[in-house]
Structures are given as C-alpha cells and as structure tokens.
T-cell receptor
C-alpha cells in the first residue's frame, strides 16, 4: 500500500515571500501521479498542481511549482510571492496509474496548515 | 457549470441514530468517490462508484457504513447506529472517468457531529 507523509503540520510565511511545503511518499510502483490540493476554511478541495511520475520536468502553475525527486520519493511544493489568499490546509496526494481494483483513489497525507502573515 | 454539491452542509446527531449524506456529482461524471476527513487527519478513501456499481468498498470502516448510487448520478452514504468516532467531514468527489488522468472534483463536504 502507498503512504504519503507530510512532516510539517504547520508553516507560516510572510506575504510576498516564498515557502516550501514538504511531502514524501512510499510506493513500489514506477508509474503514478502526485498532487497538491488546497483546502481553505470553506472545506472545498482545490487542485493546485499535479505531476506525472514518468515526466522528469517539474510541474509549474503560475506561482506554484514542485520539486519532484523520484528516487528520493520526495514531492515538495514551492509557493512564490505568497498572498493572503494562499492561507489554507495543503494536502499532498498520490494516485496510482495501475490500480488492480480499478478505483484509482487518492491517498492523502495529513496536511500542512499554511498561514500567511501580512 | 455546476460543481459537486453535498447536503446537508452540517449534521448534528445523537449517538445511535442513523444518518444519510447526499452527493450530487457533476453531470456526466461516471466515477464517484467518498472520502472521510477526521480532525487532524488527511482524507481517507471510503468507497468508489463506477456508474451505479461499487467495485471498491475497501475503505468502509465497518458494516454500519453503506452507500448507493442511483441513475449513475446521486449517491447516498448511510451510517447506521452512529458512534462518536464517526464525527468527521465526509467529502465526495467525481470525475469524468475513473482513470487517473481525469481530475477528481470535490464537493464542500458534510460535517457530521455525533453527540
């Protein structure tokens, strides 16, 4: 079974600064997807960025980028030019590309609560 | 278009009562997932539907939990004889198909509190 670990329960960043959230995972599979989701107080999970394991290039979405280290099974999220609206819970998630049960459900870490200081 | 909706938004119940949580997926989405988010925990998978069938129920924590989906659309998660440990946010997600290249879109969740 896959596991996802987020070792930072809480982080804070000054507005306009850069912050990096850490995530490690454990899997025996070679092909999979990794995701970062944002959950504001409204509880709505919002997809921030996704990475396909077979792609060596790190994914980027505007101010959000990842550092994907496949051999180390590490998948960190960098938020540049942090904004007040970035304050939320951030979840790292894993999704297999080859599910025996066919469900391809997401496996989540426990989350990192990000605070943005004005 | 409309996103995934869930009702009720919040539910408070007494221990031992049965509750029903509803999920309306995005129209046309064949795959539907239920997850549970307990306090301080990440989301844990409960059950997956493809159409009206549930090929993966491996995450249901006990036989008090059941779910159904009708018309390939609305899904209901039922918890019988609720316990305090059932208190959590229950999130529903849908995707166009079950394949991992299709994004899962989440609803706002139902916060269940068992007194």
């Amino acid at each position: 079974a896959q596991t996802v670990t987020q070792s930072q329960p809480e982080m804070s960043v000054q507005e306009a600064e850069t912050v990096t959230l850490s995530c490690t995972y454990d899997t025996s599979e070679s092909d999979y997807y990794l995701f970062w989701y944002k959950q504001p107080p409204s509880r709505q999970m919002i997809l921030v960025i996704r990475q396909e394991a077979y792609k060596q290039q790190n994914a980027t979405e505007n101010r959000f980028s990842v550092n994907f280290q496949k051999a180390a099974k590490s998948f960190s999220l960098k938020i540049s030019d942090s904004q007040l609206g970035d304050a939320a819970m951030y979840f790292c998630a894993y999704r297999s590309r080859d599910s025996g049960a066919g469900s391809y459900q997401l496996t989540f870490g426990k989350g990192t609560k990000l605070s943005v200081i004005p | 278009g409309a996103g995934v909706s869930q009702s009720p938004s919040n539910k408070v119940t007494e221990k031992g009562k049965d509750v029903e949580l509803r999920c309306d997926p995005i129209s046309g989405h064949t795959a539907l997932y239920w997850y549970r988010q307990s306090l301080g925990q990440g989301l844990e998978f409960l059950i997956y539907f493809q159409g009206n069938s549930a090929p993966d129920k491996s995450g249901l924590p006990s036989d008090r939990f059941s779910a159904e989906r009708t018309g390939g659309s609305v899904s209901t998660l039922t918890i019988q004889r609720t316990q305090q440990e059932d208190s959590a946010v229950y999130l529903c997600a849908s995707s166009l198909t079950q394949y991992p290249y299709n994004e899962q879109f989440f609803g706002p969740g139902t916060r269940l509190t068992v007194l």
